[in-house]
Structure formats: C-alpha cells, structure tokens
C-alpha cells in the first residue's frame, strides 16, 4: 500500500486537497499561515512515509540501515516475481536509474540503456517495481484542443526517505542542488496526494503536462469528471511569483473554462492571488 501522508500522521482533519479544489482553486487561499520552512519539508521528507520510520521516529542510521535492508529484500527476494532467471544485479542497477529520474520525464529505453537489459526485461521490472509499491508512472494529459502534446509518463518514487537515500544526500545536501531540490519537493507532493486520490469516488485521475518542444510544462494535473482540470506547479521557493505560473496561465488561455485553477505550492508562509483562476499556496496545504 502507499505511504503515510502527513495528513495521516499528524492526524489532521478537514476536506481532501482534491475535494477543496474540485470547483476552483478559491478555497485555497484560506489555508492557514504556515511555520514550515524549506528545511523543515524537506526534514519531514527525509522521514518518508514507511509506518516503522515514522513511528519509531528512526534517525539517520537506523533509517539508513531499515531502507538498506528493504532495498536488499527488493533485489534479493521480490524480483524472483519477475519470472525465470532473475539477474539481481541489472534489476538494482534499474531500481537505481528509476530513483535517479524520480519526477523526470524520461523515455524508458534511456533506463534500459543505461542498465544494459532488453525492451522486454526492462516492462517487467518496472511493472514489479509498481506491484511492490516502489515507484510509479504518471501519464500525460492529452487533449483534443492542444496538439504537440508529449505522451511520455513522469515516473516517481512513492517514498522521498528512498530517493533521498538513493540519491545519497541528507537535509542540507538536497537544500544546496537545485536539481535534486526540485525531485525531492516534486516528490514529496505527489506523495501526498497519491493516497487520497486513490480513496475518492469518482477518483480525479493524476497527470502531467509537457508538450513535445518542452516550452510548457506543468508538474502535475488533477483531473476531474468532464475532463475539467486543476494544473500544480511546484516550487522550492518561500516567494513564488506570477512568472513561476507562467505555465498555469498559458494552459488556462488555451483551454477557457475546462481549466478550474493552478495552483503554485511553494514553502513560503502565505496563500494569495496571482492572477484569474491561480493562487499560490504553502505546500503544507495538502493537509492543513
């Protein structure tokens, strides 16, 4: 199963981020003033959503010896699902290239490149690698009325104590590399909304927009019945700017009144208005 949220561990109540926001984006500028900070996310980030870590509040090296002995349970014991004639070393030498992309947009033959393994072993890992729970792919969103649209998936991790112990790197590490900043906060929010979409009825679809000059692109897509959509961006930034919903107002131009809103989720304190339809608003409104 996924992950806890945070809604779940600090037992918050309260509409769902997608209930809030299913007509419009509105209701999000009266989230409460947030006292997080960028450090404080990506602490809480670093903690992940493994029930045994968060409630037995592991520190580093426990967390770091609990996470290297589920990755050994991964390579060692669940690809024998992966059939006949396993070879654990290219299989965590893919679990690695899939870490390594969390909240990228890669083609897969650029993973099995990498690892050296056929079009054909590399769907049945990253098949097992959705059955166990370890990552999973996004689809883009497609529309009638936009063409030159990607249709390549997003792929993430489901838990950001994996990819920051993949990728190697603790709180201030991943605060100072602006491309691994922007994995671990991209990662984190999907997350926390990948849970509670799943427990909806009818259950808004997660996306991600990208068109094939890679002039637009829009971190994640909610989208509703009727094709009607919220577009996310996120950012790792305590002041987000109208610029920083660049692409939010340029899907909301093209598509009229199927765009409900964006939202720009940033670690800053404060929800407000940046332009018809898009607000801003601290990440921490995902549960509070």
Request: aromatic share 8%; hydrophobic share 45%.
């Amino acid at each position: 199963m996924y992950g806890l949220t945070q809604r779940e561990i600090n037992r918050f109540g309260g509409p769902l981020f997608a209930e809030r926001v299913r007509n419009g984006v509105r209701p999000l500028l009266d989230t409460p003033r947030s006292s997080l900070t960028l450090f404080d996310y990506l602490e809480i980030a670093q903690t992940g959503g493994f029930p045994d870590i968060v409630a037995h509040r592991r520190k580093k090296d426990a967390r770091g010896r609990w996470l290297d002995s589920y990755l050994a349970e991964l390579r060692t014991n669940d690809i024998k699902m992966a059939g006949s004639d396993p070879n654990p070393g290219k299989f965590a030498s893919f679990i690695e290239a899939v870490a390594i992309n969390s909240s990228r947009i890669v083609e897969q033959a650029t993973l099995r490149d990498a690892v050296g393994i056929t079009k054909n072993t590399a769907a049945v890992y990253e098949d097992l690698l959705e059955t166990v729970f370890f990552s999973e792919r996004v689809p883009a969103w497609r529309t009638d009325r936009l063409d030159r649209l990607a249709a390549l998936p997003k792929r993430y991790v489901l838990d950001t104590a994996l990819l920051m112990h993949f990728l190697g790197v603790d709180v201030d590490e991943a605060a100072h590399d602006p491309v691994i900043l922007g994995a671990v906060i991209d990662t984190f929010v999907a997350a926390q909304l990948r849970p509670e979409l799943a427990i909806q009825v009818p259950s808004p679809s997660l996306l991600h927009l990208r068109d094939k000059g890679g002039r637009h692109e829009i971190d994640m897509i909610l989208q509703f019945p009727r094709r009607r959509i919220v577009g996310i961006e996120v950012k790792a930034t305590a002041a987000p700017a109208l610029d920083d919903a660049r692409h939010l107002v340029w899907l909301r131009d093209q598509i009229g009144t199927d765009f409900l809103g964006g939202v720009v989720l940033h670690t800053g304190p404060m929800a407000f208005q940046l332009s018809d339809r898009i607000v801003a608003a601290p990440i921490s409104c995902l549960w509070s």
